[in-house]
């Protein structure tokens, strides 16, 4: 009888788990293969979108430090 048992709990679990997943984030997997393609590179273009200004702000950092140190440096010359 135990065995029945354990059969009917995990067929509840698996059931419970496959609710999860319509209610949560694989509600639109009913998509069709395009449309499913379409969606990924819309948020795949949106995460490259964000990531790029960290690249143009180091290399503004940079070209910051340059000057700086130009600037320092032809004070020292200055100085000597």
Do not use: C, W, Y
């Not at 065995?3 to 639109?28: A, P, S, Y």
């Amino acid at each position: 009888m135990t065995r029945g048992n354990q059969q009917e709990f995990t067929h509840q679990k698996n059931m419970k788990k496959q609710t999860n997943l319509v209610k949560g984030k694989h509600q639109d997997d009913r998509l069709s293969a395009a449309a499913r393609k379409q969606r990924d590179s819309e948020i795949t273009q949106q995460k490259q979108e964000k990531e790029t200004p960290k690249v143009s702000r180091m290399k503004e950092v940079i070209k910051i430090r340059e000057e700086i140190n130009k600037t320092e440096i032809k004070k020292q010359e200055k100085n000597q």
